[in-house]
């Protein structure tokens, strides 16, 4: 195993999650494409980070005691410069046990869900469907077992009812269909390789356009460990 994905599962086994900024770098290692991101722990780290990041952002709590950041107000879309930063900054760092703020790209594009169940019958299954409230009313989803090839992973995309939406609905450019297929294959690898220490994983979205896909948001959640 990576020793960076050794370490980022080591120093998470406690919480039973990882949170979102080793979450990215474990992405990353296996070759997924993630937005552009920074985690700062004080305000200065962050001033300075949101000029590789670049205004408008997007500004996450870093927290091992928040796994639903939306919940807490801990999610802000928008950040427009400095002085905004600075109070976002200072209104996530009241909430419980504040372990910085990651900054991260805003981007556009077709949402997309990719996730991963370790099933105790059937293995590591993966799961791609259409994002946004899309999933919310229609719950259209392909599962596929891990890991999938080239082949597999593009037939689970064209398989979705609303793979219209990726291939260039109403005059809308098409996403670049390589590109998810690519991340979906290397996603269903890794789902597999870490079924030993990983019980499920949400991407969420993965925002697609005509030149790439990229994890906009990622969570793993570990498996129990038993004695």
């Not at 996730?115 to 993966?126: I, L």
Request: neutral net charge; contains cysteine.
């Amino acid at each position: 195993m990576n020793p960076r994905v050794k370490k980022a599962i080591t120093d998470s086994k406690s919480l039973g999650w990882i949170p979102e900024p080793l979450a990215k770098d474990l992405l990353q290692v296996y070759g997924l494409s993630t937005s552009r991101f920074v985690w700062a722990q004080s305000i200065e780290e962050a001033l300075s980070g949101a000029r590789e990041v670049r205004y408008p952002l997007v500004a996450k709590v870093v927290s091992p005691a928040i796994i639903h950041k939306s919940d807490v107000g801990g999610v802000v879309v928008g950040v427009r410069d400095d002085e905004h930063l600075t109070e976002v900054f200072r209104q996530f760092s009241k909430l419980p046990r504040f372990d910085g703020i990651l900054l991260d790209e805003m981007l556009d594009g077709v949402e997309v869900i990719i996730g991963s169940q370790n099933d105790p019958q059937f293995g590591t299954v993966v799961l791609i469907g259409i994002g946004g409230t899309a999933v919310e009313i229609y719950r259209d989803v392909a599962i596929r077992m891990a890991p999938l090839s080239p082949k597999g992973a593009l037939n689970a995309i064209h398989s979705l009812r609303g793979a219209a939406l990726l291939t260039g609905y109403r005059g809308d450019k098409a996403v670049n269909l390589n590109k998810l297929k690519n991340l979906l294959v290397q996603f269903s690898r890794m789902a597999h390789q870490l079924r030993e220490e990983v019980s499920s994983i949400d991407l969420n979205p993965v925002l697609c356009t005509d030149r790439k896909a990229v994890v906009a948001d990622a969570r793993f959640i570990l498996r129990e460990q038993i004695a």
